[in-house]
């Protein structure tokens, strides 16, 4: 009887990861387009990670990355495939991988109380900034005379700090909601 319930777990483990993926998918394809669309891929990253804890969640936002990686259009305009990992978005991309992990880490370490989720969420955040615009910086900045960090900054981050933010209150308001509904 015991090996069927932990089968059943697994079961139950793998479909919220398989929903949270979807979920994520269809976040990335209410977009705004611009230099780095507006999405609302985050809030699916916070909410998959909220609700569904550190390894599952950041099993999900990792198996998100992949299925876009090998062509699934999951990405922002129902696109997919490596050349978008390794376009002027992909560092944000790759990003929300880290998002996940240090979501996870202070979860893990510190409770999920919803001050320390929404913390982990602001330092997931400035991390997938904080990645991205590296990448950004580093693929299409060096000799292309359009100026330099600060411009990157103008064009990756700034426009994004506001609805990031509301993006967070949000997920947290919906992580209070749904927890309840989540059994893992």
């Given at each position: 009887?015991?090996?069927?319930?932990k089968t059943?777990l697994?079961t139950?483990?793998?479909?919220?990861i398989?929903?949270f993926i979807?979920?994520m998918?269809i976040?990335?394809w209410i977009?705004i387009?611009?230099?780095i669309?507006v999405t609302?891929q985050?809030?699916?990253?916070?909410v998959t990670v909220?609700?569904?804890?550190?390894?599952?969640?950041t099993?999900?936002v990792v198996a998100?990355v992949i299925?876009?990686?090998?062509?699934?259009?999951?990405?922002?305009?129902?696109?997919?495939?490596i050349g978008i990992?390794?376009g002027q978005?992909?560092?944000?991309i790759m990003?929300?991988?880290l998002?996940a992990?240090?979501?996870?880490?202070?979860?893990?370490r510190?409770?999920?109380?919803?001050?320390?989720?929404g913390?982990?969420?602001?330092?997931?955040?400035?991390?997938c900034?904080?990645f991205?615009?590296a990448?950004?910086?580093?693929i299409y900045?060096?000799?292309?005379?359009?100026?330099g960090?600060?411009?990157?900054?103008?064009?990756?981050v700034?426009?994004f700090?506001?609805?990031?933010?509301c993006k967070i209150?949000v997920?947290?308001?919906?992580?209070?909601?749904?927890k309840?509904f989540v059994?893992l």
């Amino acid at each position: 009887m015991q090996k069927n319930s932990k089968t059943s777990l697994r079961t139950v483990d793998i479909a919220y990861i398989g929903m949270f993926i979807a979920l994520m998918a269809i976040c990335s394809w209410i977009s705004i387009p611009s230099t780095i669309p507006v999405t609302l891929q985050t809030l699916a990253v916070f909410v998959t990670v909220g609700l569904l804890g550190g390894k599952r969640g950041t099993t999900a936002v990792v198996a998100y990355v992949i299925l876009g990686a090998v062509g699934m259009p999951v990405f922002a305009g129902f696109t997919g495939g490596i050349g978008i990992l390794f376009g002027q978005s992909g560092g944000y991309i790759m990003g929300f991988i880290l998002t996940a992990l240090i979501m996870w880490g202070i979860t893990d370490r510190f409770g999920r109380k919803p001050f320390v989720l929404g913390l982990s969420m602001v330092l997931g955040l400035l991390a997938c900034y904080a990645f991205g615009t590296a990448w950004f910086f580093l693929i299409y900045m060096p000799g292309s005379g359009m100026g330099g960090l600060l411009t990157v900054l103008g064009w990756c981050v700034i426009p994004f700090l506001l609805p990031d933010l509301c993006k967070i209150a949000v997920a947290l308001l919906l992580i209070q909601r749904l927890k309840h509904f989540v059994k893992l």
